[in-house]
């Protein structure tokens, strides 16, 4: 996993949007928990069985430790996590009510990772290479990613990249498309899709994409995921949950079917553990909580549906 690496403060409750002119509001906790879509995503796949190494970079600093501590407790292999001594560890706080959350983040150390903080023959011996977060990378890493995932795929590695929303708004560019024409698979949301592709809907948005050959997992939240690859699409859903809170179910999808696709499932199979996975995850507070196991995500994701989906 490459990508962003800091603590959540996660702020929970039924009424979390801020009162300006110094008003005080109540709410029902506030956590501190692991975050950043990458960090979250190391986590859900160590729990599904996966073994991960997480290159990141976080700051000299107690945040950057709790990180670091808390990963390797998860199984996360954290060697490659540069730590900077002149900059701070990045901080998000996510205002989160139930299926909806809103997300305000300071990058520190996160926008500093470059291609040479990935340790030698890292990339070569993964069977696997996810990038998460790449906006807030794009300045640093973005320049050197199409060299570094063409490397991995030439050793025999499968690559996947998670945007994530872009900040600036500026979403396709010349830099991104030279990422995108190394990768094997796009994980954007529904959102994220639609802005990437430049369309008015979905539809459109995804025809454009995936006309290169570019395979697509598109997030829908409660809908479950749709799959682009090799001119076929599918539906895949699992049975829905009551959600308690959002946070890194996203990310947790991604790690439930990069964890199928490295057993070898086909692509809706693989989805239909993602979408377990994701969907799991939002019965507990905080993106790492409620990730399940294996075993709890192969046994969500065997009563899923897989829908043909006519392109």
Same mark, same amino acid.
Request: aromatic fraction near 2%; charge should be negative.
């Given at each position: 996993m =490459?990508?962003?690496?800091?603590?959540?403060?996660?702020? =929970?409750?039924? &009424?979390?949007?801020? $009162?300006f002119g110094q008003q005080e509001k109540l709410v029902d906790t506030v956590s501190l928990v692991i975050g950043g879509s990458a960090a979250i995503t190391a986590v859900a796949a160590a729990r599904l069985g996966v073994r991960v190494a997480l290159v990141a970079a976080v700051g000299a600093d107690p945040a950057g430790q709790f990180m670091l501590d808390q990963l390797g407790r998860e199984g996360v292999d954290v060697s490659a996590v540069a730590v900077r001594d002149e900059l701070p560890t990045g901080i998000t706080v996510a205002l989160s009510r139930g299926g &909806? +959350?809103?997300i305000l983040t300071a990058l520190g150390a996160v926008a500093s990772l470059t291609p040479a903080d990935i340790p030698a023959g890292l990339l070569e011996q993964a069977r696997h290479v996810h990038i998460s977060s790449y906006f807030l990378l794009a300045v640093s890493l973005g320049p050197g990613l199409p060299g570094l995932l063409a490397a991995a795929r030439a050793s025999g590695a499968r690559t996947t990249l998670d945007t994530n929303w872009d900040p600036s708004g +500026?979403?396709? &560019?010349? +830099?991104?498309?030279a990422v995108l024409g190394q990768a094997d698979l796009l994980l954007p949301n529904e959102a994220e899709a639609t802005a990437l592709?430049? $369309?008015p809907d979905l539809p459109t948005a995804v025809r454009g994409l995936a $006309?290169?050959?570019?395979?697509?997992?598109?997030? +829908?939240?409660? !809908?479950g995921v749709l799959c682009v690859a090799g001119? !076929? !699409?599918w539906q895949v859903s699992v049975p829905p949950v009551v959600p308690v809170d959002s946070t890194g179910a996203g990310d947790c999808c991604n790690a439930?079917?990069? $964890?199928g696709l490295l057993d070898g499932l086909a692509l809706p199979d693989a989805a239909a553990l993602g979408c377990a996975a994701g969907a799991l995850s939002t019965q507990a507070a905080g993106g790492t909580a409620g990730c399940p196991d294996r075993a709890a995500a192969g046994a969500c994701a065997q009563r899923a549906s897989v829908s043909p989906v006519p392109a």
């Open positions: =490459l990508g962003d690496c800091n603590p959540d403060v996660l702020v =929970l409750g039924e &009424d979390v949007t801020p $009162a &909806d +959350r809103a +500026r979403w396709l &560019d010349e +830099r991104l498309s592709g430049g $369309a $006309a290169s050959g570019l395979g697509l997992v598109v997030k +829908r939240g409660p !809908q001119g !076929q !699409q439930g079917l990069i $964890a």
